[in-house]
């Protein structure tokens, strides 16, 4: 301490090196022994900063870092032939360790001894795959060119020059070039080289392209920008400004070209280190002049590849000890995007590669990878006990529900990206002490407490459904969440747990379907492991049950409504109105029934039942009054039944064709629809005119709906709708298009009374 401040604040060496040579004098100290040395070579003192180096190593013979600190010393001096000596001694020590091949590979290079520093330098890289510059420092003594040279070679300005502006549609930018290249050396590791040129449009075009976020993994890749510019029409260029990752295109305009080229080197370590997936996407709702993907592989990696649509097949040639694949496509048309349409991965073409033969290497992988997290530790044993006291006796659904309904009460999820850990899952321990866990933390802890619980409960990676079908063609690591797949009575049930509204058994909209990757448990064997769908045959259906009556008041409607609803339904109604309080509640209330009136419309009285229970159903029920919704012709009247959940609606379905599918998830979310309408005529009227009983069917989809005169003032009307949410085929499309609009005109009609 006393140290730093004599030398740092006070600038004072002199007196640092008197408190120093003090302090040794009557204590050993490595740390200070080592900053005394140092000081003495910057003091100009170079003999007694020497003589602690060789103590040091006297002292600790063994020790390789003190031979490298002689190593540094002697470098530094310029006597490579005793750098030399040390160098190999530090070897002798420490043969696995690359930084002192590093070493011993620049003392030869000092001695221009190439053919050795080459060796030095490739031994190196053979313990630690990700020296970049020391790999291209071998190329460079074997005279060999840039890598980059293997590629094929444009020159941006010229690309930018000769665009093509698009002669048909609308678009505020295109890409002028879209391109990556990918290195696999034959150690494993990789780099990518990145050139991005968008020429924009429309102010539209500069206002999406005036500021650019580089994606990269700060935590296991390195970034060097190159390139980042506007190319003004007249050819001048205007440097971006820089923060990080993050650009600003300044004085963006009109018919101006963005040029970014930018390299990325991967840093990763562990068991996947050396295994290499990526995704190239070709396709693009704007024109493209030109995409092009290549690979570069050593010869000795296998490259498995795949493109979503079949349309396009790489190129091959041979490069020194590599392969070159390479897919291009130019004057590339734009995707038409149309509503609920698939994920672009789905539709477009999209470059799939990976050196992983099976899915059997990524579900070991993670199975290693997460065993020791779900050991059960004091924690986990203690919250056991607590859950399942000794002597009651429980069925596994019974353990599967217990389990459950602690961690979605008492365990909040957090998206918070410092307490991540990538796909390791923190111990389960740690997640019951902190109450907070992402969803592999929360996934695992279930799994945990279930296997004490005697259950067989296993993780399940997950790709939900807005990442797309087509997002994994191949064994990769691209998946976006986490949740587990328990078998009680030798039935199947996926547990979404990082939703605390959602009652057991019951899946969120986007995972039904998803893709997903079962793990194996500690040491289960493993083989045939596949990308599935979710398959919840035996999830909580979703159903939607209302009944009403309406009274025709002059010329308002008065509305009581009981409603239940089940399945993962009900975690909206409870993220909605749990925490309100019962004013607020009929304000919302009142909020969501008036989108379906062009009139006001007035909540006296809500109640809920469920609301503040994991059960799987909510029940609430409401009076409301819609002023003006009676129609007056003379002396008929006629009112729209206000079913206020809508089935059907056509707003998303003006195409009289399509092109892709439509994703049925993203439209319904229900399975089961029952309404029940009773509606009561004013007094001394009577309905006249009601609308024919209707059924109308869709493959298995089916509604149906029955006016009923129960009296000569009263009608009911049963609407029922079973849906099956399947993606609409384009030939299909017309057929769907006609059922719901059936169903739309059919709600659309009036009751008339007299």
């Not at 509606?679 to 001394?684: I, L």
Request: net charge negative.
């Amino acid at each position: 301490m006393m140290f730093m401040l004599q030398k740092n604040a006070y600038k004072d060496n002199k007196a640092a090196l008197k408190v120093y040579e003090d302090y040794v004098a009557k204590n050993y100290n490595y740390a200070i022994l080592n900053s005394l040395s140092d000081l003495y070579f910057e003091q100009g003192m170079p003999e007694k900063g020497l003589k602690i180096l060789e103590d040091l190593h006297r002292m600790f013979p063994w020790d390789p870092d003190m031979v490298v600190n002689l190593v540094r010393y002697y470098f530094d001096k310029q006597d490579y032939k005793q750098a030399l000596t040390y160098a190999e001694k530090a070897l002798l020590l420490a043969p696995y360790t690359p930084e002192y091949h590093e070493n011993l590979g620049l003392v030869y290079e000092q001695l221009g001894k190439k053919e050795e520093a080459v060796k030095a330098y490739t031994q190196a890289l053979y313990y630690d795959h990700n020296r970049f510059d020391t790999r291209y420092k071998i190329r460079s003594f074997q005279n060999k060119p840039d890598i980059y040279k293997a590629f094929p070679q444009s020159d941006p300005y010229e690309l930018i020059k000769n665009a093509k502006d698009p002669k048909e549609g609308d678009y505020n930018f295109y890409y002028v070039l879209d391109e990556k290249f990918d290195i696999v050396y034959p150690e494993g590791a990789t780099e990518e080289y990145v050139t991005l040129i968008v020429k924009v449009l429309t102010q539209k075009g500069i206002d999406s392209w005036k500021e650019m976020y580089i994606p990269y993994d700060q935590s296991g890749q390195s970034l060097n920008i190159e390139k980042a510019e506007v190319v003004k029409k007249n050819g001048n260029r205007v440097p971006a400004e820089k923060n990080g990752n993050e650009l600003v295109f300044t004085g963006l305009e009109t018919g101006d070209a963005i040029l970014v080229r930018f390299k990325t080197q991967d840093y990763y370590v562990g068991r996947l280190a050396r295994e290499f997936w990526n995704k190239f996407t070709i396709s693009a709702f704007v024109p493209t002049n030109m995409a092009r993907y290549c690979l570069l592989a050593a010869n000795n990696i296998s490259i498995h590849h795949k493109v979503s649509d079949n349309r396009l097949q790489p190129s091959v040639s041979e490069f020194e000890n590599f392969k070159l694949y390479t897919w291009e496509q130019k004057d590339i048309p734009a995707l038409k995007e149309e509503p609920l349409m698939p994920n672009l991965q789905d539709v477009g073409t999209i470059v799939h590669v990976s050196t992983m033969k099976s899915w059997d290497e990524v579900a070991r992988w993670y199975s290693d990878l997460v065993t020791l997290a779900l050991e059960d530790d004091y924690e986990v044993k203690e919250k056991y006990a607590e859950l399942f006291p000794a002597g009651k006796t429980y069925t596994q659904r019974e353990k599967a529900m217990i389990i459950y309904n602690y961690i979605v009460s008492n365990i909040s999820y957090s998206s918070v990206p410092f307490r991540q850990s990538a796909f390791v899952p923190q111990k389960p321990s740690k997640t019951i002490n902190t109450r907070l866990g992402d969803c592999k933390d929360l996934s695992a802890l279930f799994v945990s407490l279930a296997r004490m619980a005697g259950l067989n409960a296993r993780l399940l990676l997950v790709d939900t459904r807005d990442e797309g079908q087509k997002q994994m063609l191949l064994p990769m690591i691209e998946f976006n969440h986490c949740i587990v797949k328990v078998t009680l009575d030798g039935k199947e049930h996926y547990l979404e747990l990082t939703d605390n509204n959602l009652p057991f058994g019951s899946l969120p909209n986007n995972i039904n379907n998803a893709l997903s990757l079962e793990i194996p448990y500690k040491d289960e064997k493993i083989s045939g492991a596949e990308l599935k769908p979710i398959k919840a045959a035996h999830r909580t259906r979703d159903k939607a049950k209302r009944t009403m009556r309406i009274a025709i008041s002059g010329s308002d409607l008065q509305v009581e409504t009981n409603v239940v609803k089940t399945g993962a339904l009900t975690s909206s109604v409870r993220d909605r109105y749990k925490t309100l309080s019962a004013e607020k509640q009929k304000e919302e209330m009142e909020k969501t029934i008036g989108n379906n009136f062009k009139n006001p419309v007035k909540v006296e009285r809500i109640s809920f039942s469920g609301l503040d229970r994991l059960d799987d159903s909510v029940g609430y029920e409401y009076a409301y009054t819609v002023s003006n919704e009676v129609v007056e012709l003379g002396e008929m009247g006629m009112i729209k039944v206000p079913y206020t959940d809508l089935i059907a609606t056509i707003e998303n379905f003006t195409l009289d064709k399509r092109q892709f599918p439509i994703e049925c998830w993203a439209y319904e979310n229900t399975d089961e629809y029952e309404t029940i309408v009773h509606v009561k005529a004013p007094a001394g009227k009577q309905f006249f005119e009601i609308p024919k009983d209707e059924t109308v069917s869709f493959k298995n989809s089916r509604y149906s709906i029955q006016f009923i005169r129960e009296k000569p003032d009263e009608v009911t009307i049963v609407r029922k709708a079973t849906l099956v949410r399947e993606n609409i085929l384009p030939a299909d499309y017309a057929a769907f298009k006609e059922f719901l609009s059936r169903i739309v005109k059919v709600e659309a009609k009036y009751v008339g009374f007299k």
